[in-house]
């Protein structure tokens, strides 16, 4: 029987919207309908054939082209209407709580349906946290409050940590028992927001020290410190390795292969760190950059399965079960 995967960082509406992509086609499909920005990485049939059974669907709003939280808050709007369209289509299904997991996870082993659990990437949709219920309502599991600098909290590139509204946020989310998403805080906020008392993940961001070096490569700060692994150790999250070149090799260029094994290698830091039941994939497969910046074999959710045989017996764990696993932890029942 095969063995369900597990992807913690997807952003499908994103791309159906801004691009005009459609999804609900084969891959080769899409690939041989879009002109670009860049060539597409993932389509709702690809996800099936791959075996993915799991992605963490962002509701994501580039704060540049929506600055006001209300016209971001439509935008986003708009996103979650489209995974609830697909839904009704019967091409995905929403998991909202831990009953919902495991019934999808019985049905998939026969249709192969991939199950979406919806994470709200940048906070200022939100234009107050009271706002947080009734998206809460609408079905969002995960909220990361920056991506860049939001009201709430310093973000890639930024210093700045969690702001009042932020305090204010992070107890209203406790108080609904949405899971607390670390990726994109700036390291001050990151380490802030470690006292929150509800579940915790990074769904996607690699170890600085591979990721990372001085004048090269994204901000530092989009990716873990030592001292951000060392203190998430003791903490029950989970952390989703990118599949992106340039966070995986620094020093990659553009147009030269990127081997698998520079995958494993990230994977095995964070492992050594905090656990083999701690490291999951959460591939940003479709984050803004397309099949060119991938690495080796690794340009579709095909490719996934294409780690195991430098995994070894941990494969199933890391490319699927950790997350299910956070998952039943974190969603509620
Ligand atoms: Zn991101």
Do not use: C
């Amino acid at each position: 029987m095969a063995y369900p995967l597990a992807d913690a960082h997807l952003d499908l509406a994103y791309n159906a919207l801004e691009h005009g992509w459609d999804l609900t086609q084969p891959l080769p499909v899409l690939r041989e309908r879009t002109a670009g920005p860049y060539r597409p990485t993932v389509t709702l049939p690809a996800l099936a054939e791959a075996g993915v059974a799991v992605v963490f669907a962002t509701l994501f709003v580039d704060p540049g082209r929506y600055p006001e939280p209300a016209d971001a808050a439509r935008a986003a709007r708009r996103q979650l209407g489209l995974y609830r369209r697909w839904e009704a289509e019967g091409r995905v299904r929403l998991i909202e709580d831990d009953r919902g997991l495991v019934a999808h996870l019985a049905r998939w082993q026969a249709d192969r349906i991939p199950g979406l659990v919806l994470l709200m990437e940048g906070a200022h949709p939100l234009a107050d946290p009271r706002e947080l219920a009734a998206w809460y309502q609408d079905g969002l599991r995960i909220l990361g409050p920056a991506w860049k600098d939001t009201p709430y909290a310093g973000g890639t590139g930024g210093t700045g940590g969690l702001t009042p509204a932020g305090r204010e946020l992070l107890s209203a989310m406790a108080d609904l028992g949405l899971a607390l998403d670390l990726a994109h805080l700036s390291e001050a906020a990151f380490l802030e927001a470690l006292d929150y008392p509800g579940p915790l993940l990074v769904s996607h961001a690699n170890p600085r020290a591979l990721a990372w070096r001085e004048g090269a490569g994204p901000p530092a700060n989009r990716h873990l410190s030592d001292a951000q692994i060392a203190a998430l150790a003791d903490r029950d999250a989970v952390v989703g390795v990118v599949l992106y070149n340039r966070f995986l090799d620094p020093d990659w260029a553009p147009g030269s292969p990127l081997p698998l094994a520079r995958v494993a290698e990230h994977i095995g830091y964070l492992a050594d760190r905090l656990g083999w039941e701690r490291v999951g994939i959460g591939s940003d497969l479709d984050g803004g950059f397309g099949a060119e910046a991938t690495p080796a074999g690794l340009d579709a959710p095909a490719g996934l399965l294409g780690l195991a045989p430098l995994l070894g017996p941990r494969a199933r764990r890391v490319l699927g079960e950790n997350w299910i696993a956070w998952l039943r932890r974190a969603l509620p029942g």
